[in-house]
């Protein structure tokens, strides 16, 4: 389920903190709320589905839809229901590499368990139950150390001659490996290994970020003097009972993982308890097979709270106090629902007190309070707990730093509110230090215990700290690419906002002056970013051969190539149709976009007063509401072209703003990619499963998709894993025979205390129903927007609606089944 029963909740009332019963209570007021109001998909211009924008043949279509519903009954959108992502199994996210493999289960297998099968002997594995030809590893304690004794010799002959081999090719700088994660987005995953291994976290580089709640496989790259670092740890990870990491198929190649490098992901999606309205959903899904989604960057690049974007706009703006506004705001903290690890939900109450001592007290206050009580966790002030001290003989192997450790229990957020909160410590620190700069390598030793080991030079200890001589050098300590990702994230906004205005004024027929995308190159020299070849634009739709609406693409903010910049496109746009009769939508998208920039104070061009004169007047037209906002700008496209708005202001205006985008290049990092408004998934296929067991696994870590009589989650399907295939008419089936994935059991007492568990459990019937999907996106594409389109319902999908349906569905379960003993 989504949590586990034993969940804590922080729960804060009349401004105390009640937690576990091994801390006293403290106070706190809340002092400040920035930002911590849970985000909606309108707040980030999710606003259309692909089924509204369908115009063809409209009225005939409602008849016809009219006519299912009644003779189907097809339910309405507020009837219906589904369970997403109840488990982290019930998300697999298989990336598809450079060389279009998918990196599914199947290819962990091969890479990852023959590998050590190869490796050692059979009587180190325990068997199972099932296809023998499939076996999967399992090393307990008493095999390890067989291992590091009996076989060691062995063991590091062979991976001497591994490295040896690697270390002959001269050329190649970089190290690839493919990361099986499970339960963890990729950025915590890099953390753990980070602090398993001594790898700097910035010296890992992939091509994408995956859920947290999901299975899911990638691409990483780092440097290939880590290359002895990763051999070992890909030991460790594989020898752990529970394998929520794994590495595999280790390789040296010459080029690191650059961000969207992939060819795109593979998707396998269980939705759960979708009652009995197959017909309905097998009807929306061959709509989606046939005419796609609208394709938003997904609720997930948002985060929960609206302060994520609203980060990003900080950045880019250079206003750096609401940066830390948004960072240490301890609301975000507060709201947190806990999985019941002591370790990890101490942290977050330590972080989020830290941070309202931060608004009290300053800074250094705020992480003398959190370092110090982060060490009694650390140094056992719990002993008594058992939890407590197994995590804390987990953190000496390899006497890893205390500094490490805290990071891999710490969320993304967490751990950017810590950095930042440790950079305004030594900035508040080195002010008072000023009178006294004979005692500054003293101070640093005393107030950061955590900063480097014993035998990192003092100098450059002290030249980092001294970097940080106000607040802007505190951001800037983030790493850079904790920034670009909030930066990315208010850019996802905009061309999400920009996406929805384009399909809501133009729909979906080709406009004049929107950009493509070709199989043909059609520059004539080499961009600097490939996909920029192959990029044009409509200059007249009905000369356009061979395009359609699915070839359209939009651009994230960014800078452009001069061919496909803003300015030169709408000179040759102005030149042909100025004083004529036509909607050019890249015009008025253009005006739109300006029109956000300038509102969300980012394109003022140090207050130009041009510029601000020209929106002002922009403005006043456009207070009315967002309908009036697109009748304003519908209006101002018309009035350039007729020239009554100036020429010479618009062009004057647009260069500013065109030099404006390109400076995010060099002051960012940030290069404009293009991207479709809208996306067909590829091989779409799904099925309808009948089940009893309500938390059954359909999708397993360790296997596709599965359903046998000797557990009791269906009735139909004999003991063997099943395929999803389509037929002629579309209509999905399963295919029980010659499945290369099967399910295994353990021996023992195992099967016998399931037989008497499902005899107890005989007459309990659920009928539940579960949809299971698979498909191809590509690159930046999002499942959940799919999904969403499925079931064309708003805000559905968002992380707290979700935890409400799977608490709701767990107490429906409950109830079921207490009357159903009660009935016996």
Not at 294 to 323: E, H, P, W
Not at 720 to 738: F, T
Request: proline residues 1%; contains cysteine.
């Amino acid at each position: 389920m989504f949590f586990k029963n034993n969940a804590v909740k922080l729960c804060l009332s009349n401004g105390i903190n009640k937690f576990s019963g091994c801390y006293r209570k403290i106070q706190f007021s809340i002092l400040l709320r920035y930002s911590s109001s849970y985000l909606l998909e309108e707040n980030v211009g999710i606003n259309n589905f692909m089924s509204d924008l369908l115009e063809i043949n409209k009225n005939k279509c409602n008849r016809n839809l009219a006519i299912q519903k009644k003779e189907h009954n097809f339910p309405s959108k507020e009837e219906l229901r589904c369970i997403f992502k109840y488990k982290c199994e019930d998300f697999h996210v298989y990336e598809i590499d450079k060389n279009k493999k998918i990196l599914d289960i199947e290819y962990i297998k091969r890479f990852c368990y023959e590998e050590n099968e190869a490796k050692y002997s059979n009587d180190l594995f325990e068997p199972e139950i099932g296809d023998t030809s499939n076996k999967f590893v399992g090393i307990n304690k008493r095999n390890l150390k067989e291992k590091n004794h009996g076989n060691a010799v062995e063991q590091i002959d062979e991976q001497n001659e591994e490295r040896n081999n690697a270390e002959n090719l001269e050329t190649e700088e970089w190290v690839h490996f493919v990361l099986y994660k499970v339960n963890k987005d990729t950025q915590e995953a890099i953390r753990e290994i980070s602090k398993m291994s001594d790898i700097e976290i910035k010296d890992f580089h992939y091509s994408g970020f995956k859920d947290k709640r999901s299975v899911s496989t990638q691409v990483i790259s780092t440097n290939v003097h880590n290359l002895k670092k990763i051999l070992d740890i890909k030991n460790y990870y594989f020898n752990k009972k529970i394998k929520t990491l794994l590495i595999c198929k280790i390789e040296k190649c010459k080029k690191k993982i650059e961000l969207g490098e992939h060819n795109g992901n593979r998707f396998i999606v269980v939705l759960r308890n979708i009652q009995n309205y197959e017909d309905y959903l097998k009807n929306r899904l061959n709509n989606i097979k046939k005419k796609g989604f609208i394709n938003y960057f997904g609720m997930q690049r948002f985060g929960v709270y609206s302060n994520t974007f609203n980060k990003g706009k900080a950045l880019i703006s250079r206003n750096y106090k609401d940066y830390i506004k948004h960072v240490l705001d301890p609301c975000i903290f507060e709201k947190k629902l806990f999985y019941g690890n002591v370790v990890k939900d101490n942290i977050t109450i330590y972080l989020k007190n830290a941070c309202d001592i931060y608004h009290k007290k300053g800074a250094i206050f705020a992480y003398k309070y959190f370092t110090s009580k982060a060490k009694k966790l650390f140094d056992g002030d719990l002993a008594n707990d058992n939890c407590v001290a197994d995590y804390n003989n987990k953190l000496k192997i390899g006497n890893k730093s205390m500094k490490k450790s805290l990071y891999s229990f710490m969320t993304n957020s967490e751990y950017e509110a810590f950095m930042l909160l440790r950079n305004l410590y030594i900035y508040e620190n080195n002010k008072r230090q000023k009178q006294r700069k004979k005692k500054i390598t003293e101070n640093i030793e005393k107030y950061d215990q955590t900063e480097g080991e014993n035998e990192m030079d003092k100098r450059k200890l002290e030249e980092k700290h001294n970097f940080y001589e106000n607040e802007q050098t505190c951001v800037k300590g983030i790493s850079m690419e904790t920034r670009r990702f909030h930066m990315h994230s208010y850019s996802a906004k905009i061309f999400n906002m920009i996406t929805s205005y384009r399909l809501q004024n133009f729909g979906l027929k080709l406009g004049y002056g929107d950009y493509f995308y070709s199989k043909e190159i059609c520059s004539e020299k080499n961009e600097v970013k490939n996909q920029h070849n192959y990029i044009s634009v409509i200059y007249n739709p009905n000369n356009a051969k061979d395009v359609n609406i699915y070839n359209v693409v939009l651009p994230v903010l960014g800078c452009m190539p001069n061919r496909l910049s803003y300015l030169t496109v709408f000179k040759k746009l102005y030149r042909e149709y100025a004083g004529k009769n036509v909607r050019l939508s890249f015009l008025e998208i253009l005006l739109y976009l300006m029109y956000t920039l300038y509102t969300d104070n980012l394109f003022n061009a140090h207050r130009d007063i041009v510029i601000d004169k020209y929106f002002s007047y922009l403005i006043q037209d456009c207070q009315s509401g967002d309908s009036a906002v697109r009748d304003v700008i519908k209006l101002w496209g018309e009035r350039i072209l007729r020239n009554s708005i100036s020429i010479k202001e618009t062009l004057y205006i647009i260069k500013k703003f065109n030099s404006y985008i390109n400076s995010f290049e060099y002051e960012y990092g940030m290069t404009c990619v293009f991207r479709n408004i809208l996306v067909l998934p590829k091989n779409l296929y799904f099925c309808f499963c009948e089940y009893n067991e309500p938390k059954v696994k359909f999708i397993s870590d360790l296997y596709k998709i599965n359903s046998g009589k000797h557990s009791i989650s269906n009735k139909y399907l004999e003991n063997k894993s099943i395929d999803i295939y389509d037929n002629e008419k579309g209509e999905a089936y399963l295919n029980s025979e010659n499945s290369i994935h099967c399910f295994d059991h353990k021996k023992g007492n195992y099967i016998e205390e399931k037989n008497n568990r499902m005899q107890k459990e005989k007459t309990i019937i659920y009928n539940h129903n579960a949809l299971v999907l698979s498909f191809n996106l590509s690159s930046s594409s999002y499942a959940t927007m799919l999904i969403r389109e499925l079931y064309g319902k708003r805000n559905e999908l968002l992380v707290h609606n979700l935890i409400k349906s799977c608490q709701h569905y767990d107490n429906m379960v409950k109830q079921l089944k207490e009357s159903l003993q009660r009935t016996k």
